[in-house]
């Protein structure tokens, strides 16, 4: 609750100074600009001039950069949707420098206006932020129209979209081919997500501690998930299949979204049960089995507590004896 304040170095001569304001956000931009006229004032420098840059171009650097930084192809590709939404609705190609606060609130109310989905434009505006972010950081633009703007709030929907026991069982018994069965429980007990499967060889197994090391393309670091009785007998059989040093998970992303959608039209499933499902029924069953929140947010890897505030339950500080409450249903009684 205190109020802000700048003290400079003895050599500039000046006096402790009250910025006037709680709002961290505000009294570090003020930070950056004394530092900025001290800098090329003081001492006679030239600032470096802004690189005029069209929007279009900024957004195509960006992607680069994204991609660089191991950030899945699908995931570019996304990203690159959401910000052209924004071109489009600026109907012209304006400098990345003119872009203001007033262009990103306009453009918010439009996709309101036109019934988009909220979290579609929490998506939109996050991807905008992370746009504006580096291209400060590249010296692209001098202020970040972001920087003072709301964010829309996470979308929790009602309805988890996550598998029940006897819908497992259903589906289970709709899929022919073994080995995309395996696949099915492999998701479902890592929790992971597809593109993260995809990555996964014979190298990610740590069989004498029992840990996977899964590398998180959203977050860019890489978690280990103990490995449950259950998940060892799947992988194993998975492994069995490929030479080493080939990804377990053969299919492309969009095959294991088709058999999935396959599987459960023939099992008669909500067509609000996709692939993804199984990451929620990893969170949901741990859940039932009366896991923590925190300790589900850490196996899950959500950056927030938000995301998992669904599966909140009794403490369990341990991460091994959490994972190994998740079993695979037999039986419509299990």
Not at 3 to 18: D, G, I
Not at 206 to 231: H, W
Not at 255 to 270: D, S, V, W, Y
Not at 274 to 282: A, N, Q, V
């Amino acid at each position: 609750g205190s109020v802000w304040w700048l003290r400079y170095a003895a050599c500039t001569n000046l006096k402790e100074e009250s910025l006037r304001t709680k709002d961290k956000a505000l009294a570090q931009e003020i930070q950056r600009r004394r530092e900025s006229e001290l800098f090329f004032g003081v001492r006679g420098y030239t600032q470096m001039p802004v690189k005029r840059i069209r929007l279009t171009e900024l957004i195509e650097l960006y992607l680069d950069h994204k991609q660089a930084e191991g950030l899945a192809g699908k995931t570019v590709k996304n990203y690159g949707k959401l910000l052209n939404h924004f071109g489009k609705f600026l109907k012209k190609d304006s400098y990345a420098n003119q872009i203001n606060q007033q262009m990103i609130e306009a453009f918010v109310s439009s996709r309101r206006a036109a019934d988009c989905m909220p979290k579609t434009i929490r998506n939109e505006v996050f991807v905008l932020v992370g746009l504006f972010k580096w291209a400060m950081e590249g010296n692209y633009v001098t202020v970040n129209p972001l920087q003072r703007f709301k964010k829309p709030r996470r979308v929790v929907y009602d309805a988890p979209r996550y598998l029940t026991f006897e819908q497992y069982l259903a589906l289970k018994a709709a899929i022919t081919n073994p080995r995309f069965a395996d696949i099915v429980d492999f998701y479902l007990l890592s929790g992971i997500r597809r593109e993260e499967g995809k990555r996964l060889t014979s190298e990610s197994f740590d069989f004498e501690n029992m840990t996977l090391t899964v590398y998180q393309s959203k977050q860019g670091t890489t978690k280990r998930i103990p490995i449950s009785p259950d998940l060892h007998q799947v992988a194993r059989r998975l492994l069995a299949r490929v030479k080493p040093g080939e990804s377990i998970i053969p299919l492309h992303v969009s095959r294991l979204t088709g058999n999935f959608a396959a599987a459960r039209e023939k099992a008669k499933l909500p067509e609000s049960l996709t692939f993804h499902s199984l990451r929620h029924s990893f969170g949901s069953w741990l859940a039932a089995a009366g896991v923590d929140m925190r300790m589900i947010q850490e196996l899950i890897g959500h950056r927030d507590a938000t995301s998992t505030a669904i599966y909140v339950h009794a403490f369990d500080p341990n991460r091994r004896s959490a994972i190994e409450r998740l079993h695979l249903p037999t039986t419509k009684a299990s």
